[in-house]
């Protein structure tokens, strides 16, 4: 058991949060939610002890093993996949080495009275102990194991890790935590970046594997699959849910209201309370009276009503130009790097207002075929767009491409047109710009508002072929509620890849896989796929164990 006991945390001045208490249990999976900027990360940091708060602390046992993944990896570029999840033994062997190097100081010091002597023997005597109550485990054996487990080969273990994508270096992380037999796993993100394989492979291991876990993140399917409690952090505050993240949505929603019931009911107190005072001060009778109700309001504590996310914000695409019948053709169209084929003799039509998913792990080949589709590289065989067509592009590097010396207002104000000027507002608020932010020059924004800022400007262009890479990185459950909503109206052609399925699900009628060098289109929606593939994983996960 883990005790958060008041935490408070507090910078330049003001309150992220105070006050803060809860116990996680051995078996409790948490998802910590609250809209950015709130604290979660922060917290998290805290439990994990890479962060100190400014009062209060995290009580654990002695012995209990805390394992943290952050949002960005910590993966060292300079050794290799196996020597990186060995070090998850690092501790056991720095245990070790030191028993080494006291026991040799023993054998070459002769001052066997003295005090740092008798020091030394207890030292050596203390780590003996907990060194040799470990079992007795074949290390490279298990790191073999547990990485064989998250799908590298034999091969990949001798190779650097830097030459592996997210996804990977995410496994090469899991394999650490798997190892280490953590008391509790603290997951900031983990959807980010990870193909669907992947993430069916962690929520399997979380639930079946995993003691305690506690997760941030913004990808609905995941949370609610894995989680049986909900901590919400909003207002500097917490609210302890005992239900899974879609429980905890109409349990929040309840708890407003009945908050709203009583300022209002508070609201009216208070004004006629205020009424008598102004309506008798003075009044020598009166005067007991009314400086007891003075006193009584200014003690008064006044209800507040949780901060809300703007639901009813609405964003379209604006009216899609008429492009030819076929907006994007693809014909025999083969890409290698070196000796490494990334796909052969791939073919593809899109039709006009077809909206198609490209699914595969990691590393596959949809990247590469979106940049052939784009003309951003060169390959083998034809890449053609159709007549008349114009294209929205949405990279996973999109937000390095935007102009740092515009704010964020005039970002989206240079490609606005007409009446949705006059939203232009409403709509940054919608992905989390508001107040002073819309001042803000784009050079001073963080990746992940860059983003989220590209999103805006491309939601705001006419165009009639829309290809996302990855969009919902980095954006809430509110801004991807947003964003689909726009998508299932839009009226033109898309292309998107994503890892997240709650936001997948009902946006494409077809399914084109990145499989083994090939392309393997399937007439299906992305549900259907999906599902038939989620119990095709599992299955065999399963036979690995």
């Not at 046992?61 to 805390?66: C, G, M, S, Y």
């Not at 070090?87 to 062997?93: D, E, Q, R, V």
């Not at 349990?251 to 309370?273: G, M, P, Y």
């Amino acid at each position: 058991m883990i005790a958060v006991d008041n935490l408070a945390v507090e910078f330049s001045g003001s309150t992220l949060f105070s006050g803060v208490s809860f116990v996680i249990n051995p078996t409790d999976k948490i998802a910590l939610m609250g809209k950015n900027g709130a604290g979660k990360s922060t917290m998290m940091k805290i439990v994990a002890g890479v962060q100190k708060p400014t009062r209060g602390n995290v009580g654990a046992p002695k012995d209990a093993v805390i394992a943290y993944l952050p949002q960005h990896l910590l993966t060292e570029d300079n050794c290799t996949v196996f020597e990186e999840a060995a070090k998850a033994f690092a501790h056991i062997h720095e245990m070790s080495a030191e028993m080494d190097r006291l026991n040799h100081e023993l054998e070459t010091r002769t001052d066997y009275e003295s005090d740092a002597y008798m020091e030394i023997i207890e030292k050596v005597t203390d780590l003996g102990e907990k060194f040799y109550a470990l079992e007795e485990v074949n290390y490279d054996a298990e790191v073999e194991k547990a990485l064989k487990g998250l799908g590298f080969k034999q091969s990949d273990f001798t190779r650097q890790t830097k030459e592996f994508s997210g996804g990977w270096r995410m496994r090469i992380e899991l394999a650490k935590i798997l190892l280490q037999k953590p008391d509790l796993i603290l997951l900031d993100e983990p959807t980010n970046h990870i193909d669907i394989e992947s993430v069916i492979w962690l929520e399997d291991f979380l639930v079946n594997k995993a003691n305690a876990v506690m997760v941030i993140s913004h990808d609905r399917a995941f949370i609610d699959n894995i989680t049986n409690r909900t901590i919400e952090v909003t207002m500097g505050r917490i609210y302890d849910y005992k239900a899974k993240y879609s429980d905890y949505l109409q349990l929040r929603e309840d708890r407003r209201s009945h908050q709203i019931k009583a300022f209002k009911e508070q609201q009216k107190f208070i004004a006629d309370n205020m009424a008598f005072i102004e309506r008798f001060k003075g009044t020598y009778s009166k005067t007991n009276q009314v400086t007891s109700r003075e006193r009584m309001l200014e003690k008064l504590e006044i209800i507040e009503i949780d901060e809300v996310d703007t639901s009813a914000l609405r964003l379209r695409f604006p009216p899609s130009p008429r492009s030819g019948e076929f907006p994007v053709t693809v014909k025999d169209v083969s890409k290698s790097y070196g000796s490494q084929i990334v796909f052969k003799d791939a073919s593809m039509s899109i039709a006009r207002g077809e909206k198609v998913s490209f699914v595969g792990r990691n590393g596959e080949g949809k990247s590469t075929m979106i940049k052939a589709i784009m003309g951003e590289i060169e390959v083998q065989g034809t890449c053609e767009l159709g007549h008349n067509v114009r294209v929205g592009y949405f990279a996973q590097n999109q937000a390095s491409l935007l102009d740092p010396e515009l704010t964020v207002f005039q970002t989206v104000d240079e490609v606005a047109k007409g009446d949705v000027r006059t939203q232009i507002k409403n709509i940054l608020g919608g992905f989390m710009f508001g107040g002073e932010d819309i001042e803000k020059k784009v050079g001073v924004l963080s990746g992940g508002e860059k983003t989220r800022l590209a999103m805006v400007k491309l939601l705001l262009e006419p165009v009639n072929l829309l290809i996302l890479d990855e969009p919902t990185n980095h954006l809430d459950i509110k801004s991807k509620d947003v964003l689909k909503e726009a998508l299932l109206n839009f009226d033109g052609t898309l292309i998107l890849v994503s890892h997240d399925r709650d936001f997948l699900q009902g946006l494409s009628q077809k399914v084109f896989e990145f499989k083994d060098q090939r392309v393997i289109e399937h007439f299906e929606t992305i549900d259907a796929f999906l599902e038939r593939n989620r119990i095709k994983n599992l299955a065999e996960m399963n036979l690995s164990k």
